[in-house]
């Protein structure tokens, strides 16, 4: 085509237009190395091989968590009633297997059965009944919380966990931390889900306009309501695998992952497919932020620090994600 | 308005020019808006047209180039600066908010600049102005009831009188008519009419050649970005067809073949179906070959019946046979099952997931495209993508590397023979058709004609609705003519044609009446 000469400003614009082409999916592995330079150079702690396992082994069940979450999200649906359903699953299993006697494969097959049962709900709730998911799974989120008490009473419970499985849920394969190797496990197979399946590409599909999915004949409230089963199942698989790594359990002190989770799945919008939620983005995703958690405990800043870290993180995570996606061609003609 | 005597340029276009990533949108227009005149705006899909309506209209800031009002240059920034200096566009999309009342939709956004007062010296956006604006329009509705029950004739109408009352020196006008059936269509031009009587500087796009040949002073034509030429009152479709493709448009020829139609056996057959209130009892059946086309106003029902017959709304009576065997879809996979295929009207929102790649949503509704192993439901891009290969290149969707591009990124045309390709990927025997070429240019709304033309040759049985008479005239074996949800005549051979279902549209009979 025999374009006119462009003036300046237009050459500009398309270089700009290029830069963030080229430099977007490259924003959050150099937020990364950053982040770790950063680190390295304020504690000699940091770069050492024990310290990078224990934030492979922080990251783990975090990561299970976000994986899941990411199905739901995909779709445009939000459960906040992950770190619930994950701190009901490690109470429970450990009032069923370590104060009960329970053998220790019912107790999980019931835990992770219950856990698709609280996804089922919200999905039904939301999808079928369209109901606010951001407020039925807060509501869940509490009536979840509340059960915790009622089946643990305010007791801890510190003994009779099997054996075999806090060396299990505490054991390495070579460098790593198995829960870790489990986790990346599941991201593979959440991921063969959603980018080699019909299914996933359905999931997708919602994310991306949910009227002409349904007029093409697909299951739209199915499908939703699997993206729930599926976030609420890992959810309870790592609360369970958080019992046998902590072999304590009391009430409400279950695994912290509603805001890293929240933000690794941000944070991976804006990584490989930007602006779109992704498995490979929400794994680094999880990684930064295990990285900053691990990093902050060692330059020991004081505890309540983290908390505000945590929420900054998904902050930033947000802004960066609206500025590398931001696409002036995406205007259209 | 009118202080500017007519024929004085009131914006005056010099080299404008704009890019995209990748895209050169705009390739240095120019020419003259003048006072008082209509002044037509036509180009096919990617001509340009919008880009440089959104730099007229301060919407987008040129990237070289110059636009002078009333002699001095100037650069707008936003639309609101635009809007400030008289230039509203009024928008092809329906931008009615539906939980607004029509007053609150008509005077959103000029709570702000009340100062500017009308022409009559009554306070813009107050009872006076409003009522002035509605007559202009022939609107009768109720004011204070909430936008969203309104028909999309209706509601673009009202987008247009809350563009007058901001008294513009220059309105536009982005396809105005692309939602309009039949009587909307007249009532529109006879408002443009007037307001162009008035002395009201106009630019009108559209599509729809006839209706700019008819109502335009002169016509600037664009492709691939640049200005091609600017005709004068006189000129012709045909004409403007050539400028804007730059060549001879083929027409399909009228399918006369009813003869071949009416052999078919019945394959789609729709005893009694009903959806209360909006639909009532109706029979119609369609035959193996034939094409039947639902005409009528918009707001005549035709959507409703197709997404009753479709399972997209499950009819509370009444059934749908497919070749002798009892349907009725309560869902539109049951549909899909039977072998129906529903191609939607609005593409953009009932049809293509614009983010996925056109593969993805060739592939869409169908589980098993795309597997390596036909039992394992594992799907590889790569063979998803030569899976769809094939039928894309059969419907020549442009470009040829098009299976791997996002789906949002295709214009109308592509976009359409995409969502048909799905359906040829299916085994479907009934094809309905919502409005199919609805915001498609001149080249790629014959292609699809031609394409539609080719299903029923081969032996399937078309629905196609269409609030564009010419359309239905050029397509239809048979045409049913749906007034209030019913259908009210039954139009065949020689009455087929524009005049007798414009008439039947509007309730007019030629000759003798037609049995109910």
Redesign the interface.
Known sequence: MSALPPSGRSADASRAVTLQRRLGPLGVPAITVAIIVAFSLMSSNFLVGSNLQDILRQSALPLIVAVGLTVPLIMGDFDLSIAAVAGFATTVVSVLVARDGMSLLVGIVVILLAGMAVGLFNGVLVSAIGLSALVVTIAVGSVLNGLEFAVAGSEQISAGYPEGFVNFARSDIGPFPTLFVLAIVVAIAVWILLERTATGRNIRAIGGNIDAVRVAGINVNRTRILGFVLCSGLAALAGILYAGQQSVAYPLTGLNVLLPSFAAVFIGAAAFKLGEFNIPGTVIGILIASIINNGLLLIDVASWAVYIFQGAILLVALLFARAVTSDPAGKGR | MGTVDAGTPIIRLEGL?????????V??VGFDIRAGELLGLVGAN?A?K??LTRMISGG?AP??GRIEIDGTPVTMRSAADGLRRGIVLVPQALTVAPNLSVRENLILGLERNRRSGGSDGAAVGGPREIARVMEALGLEIDLEQKAGGHSPAVLKLIMIGAGLLRAPRVLILDEPTAILAGAEVQRLFAVIRRLHEQGQAIVYISHRLPEIVELADRVAVMR?GQLVGVEERGTSAARLAELMVGGVVEQAPRSPDAARAARGDVVLDVRGLARRPKVPATDLTVRAGEIVALAGLVGAGRTSLLRTIVG?DPADAGEVRVADRVVTPR???Q??DAGIA?I?EDRA????????TVA?NV??????VGRRVPWL????PGRQRRAVQGTLADLQIEPAHAAELPAGGLSGGNQQKAVLA?WLMSDARVFVFDEPTEGIDVAARAQVHSLIRGLADRGAAVLLSSSDVEEVALMADRVLVLRHGRIDAELEGDDVNETTIGLASLGERRDEPVAP
């Open positions: 020019q704009k890019r995209y990533a990748g895209v050169h949108a390739r240095g990617g340009g919008s880009t987008e990237d070289d691939n997209l869902t539109p996979r549909a899909i529903h939607p929102r009932l049809a293509i997931v614009p983010r996925m993805e592939a869409l509704p169908h589980r098993r439901p594992l799907i590889t799905r």
